[in-house]
């Protein structure tokens, strides 16, 4: 729910600025004809040569006194009207954000990191119970601490609160106090109170002296600056000890010098059984596209259901899980979600986004992962490689200047 809410806003916010910049677009001839008119002005205020009691007949000499008039009625809806602020068009899109914010609100326990100063609970329990009792209009203590500054003007006009626009502001900042921690979600994992991941301080103050103990660390804090220090140095007695038998490391007057592992030579009817090897394993490789590959196992997987909705599952119509295919290699590829429309046909960049957006969840990549890695465990050739408990990655190449080792 609370990823749904951050992307809720996240969408209105850009299409909300959307708006403000292609009106901007349509009004840049105006824009531009009054930054003409506010240069001519400035060109004459400036300008020491007019007196003070020329100054008026001079600047209406050089602008048209009309036209002024004009470019000062529009600047004023840009200055204080509905696009003086992209706030105000995310106010505008209330009725949508509406539809979703009551039971967001109403199923969720939100609570105060110890410690911080805030007036978003209160402000969420007074519009929890103006939504439970229908009540439309705001009461005069409303909390507007939770605000920022330069959104108070928008909320609050003639001391007169606007409720649209406090609750949309309520609904930003408890996105944002929980992306900054300041708010967590009791019985939630992800957006949980900190301290929970801890051990508890009456658990801890009874094993706080074993744990140390046992792991060869100072109890006392006063200690650990000593304890390092000679951990530090006996590290490097060690290292200079052993350093004229060290095969893998040398220092000189270049640095530090790191040996490089022999390569490994075949005699020739090894290296004959390895070319005949290699070309078996060529000859008889299967050949087959990426999006193919992803079609088949899901055939067999059906691991695209994870990014479905669960009324959807059971259809399973094509187009749908192609759209999710695509919006997997565009991010796994990194191709990205514009490029990989235009590569697709049927596919728009607004089908990948809706997925990238609202399906492609951190717990549902976790269950379709899942899914893969048992069906691969399955497989007989998995029991040749082990116990599963390791993994072999990509070499990666990391080039360092000699002083940094």
Aim: a neutral charge.
């Amino acid at each position: 729910m609370i990823d749904v809410h951050h992307k809720l806003l996240l969408r209105i916010s850009q299409r909300a600025q959307k708006e403000m910049d292609d009106q901007t677009r349509k009004q840049r001839r105006m824009i531009r004809s009054s930054l003409a008119t506010l240069h001519t002005l400035s060109l004459v205020l400036l300008d020491e040569n007019i007196s003070d009691g020329e100054l008026r007949r001079t600047l209406f000499e050089r602008v048209d006194k009309e036209q002024l008039t004009l470019q000062m009625t529009k600047v004023a809806t840009w200055l204080t009207g509905k696009y003086s602020h992209v706030f105000n068009l995310v106010v505008a899109r209330f009725a949508y954000l509406r539809q979703f914010a009551p039971v967001f609100l109403k199923h969720l326990d939100f609570r105060l990191e110890e410690g911080v100063q805030s007036s978003v609970i209160e402000a969420i329990r007074l519009l929890r119970e103006m939504n439970a009792e229908n009540r439309r209009k705001l009461s005069a203590d409303a909390p507007l601490d939770f605000i920022p500054q330069k959104l108070r003007p928008l909320v609050e006009m003639d001391g007169t609160v606007n409720k649209r626009a406090w609750e949309c502001a309520l609904l930003s900042a408890v996105r944002d106090e929980l992306k900054a921690g300041n708010l967590y979600v009791m019985q939630s994992t992800h957006f949980g109170r900190f301290d929970n991941f801890f051990i508890p301080d009456g658990a801890w103050d009874m094993h706080r002296e074993t744990f140390f103990k046992r792991a060869g660390l100072p109890v006392k804090t006063e200690e650990v600056s000593t304890f390092l220090e000679k951990r530090f140095n006996r590290a490097f007695d060690d290292f200079l000890e052993l350093l004229p038998e060290n095969t893998y490391v040398n220092i000189n007057e270049n640095g530090w010098q790191l040996s490089v592992d022999p390569a490994e030579k075949l005699e020739a009817a090894g290296q004959q059984r390895l070319e005949d090897l290699k070309a078996w394993l060529s000859d008889n490789m299967r050949l087959i596209k990426l999006p193919e590959l992803l079609i088949e196992v899901d055939n067999e997987l059906y691991f695209t259901n994870h990014f479905i909705a669960s009324g959807q599952q059971e259809t399973r119509d094509a187009a749908r899980v192609c759209s999710v295919l695509a919006t997997i290699m565009a991010h796994g590829c990194n191709i990205g979600p514009y490029t990989m429309a235009r590569l697709t046909q049927g596919i728009s960049y607004r089908q990948i986004k809706w997925v990238t957006d609202w399906q492609l969840t951190e717990e549902a990549q976790r269950q379709a992962l899942a899914q893969i890695v048992n069906a691969l465990s399955r497989l007989d050739v998995t029991h040749s490689w082990g116990q599963g408990t390791t993994s072999s990655s990509d070499g990666q190449r990391f080039r360092l200047k000699r002083k940094l080792l």
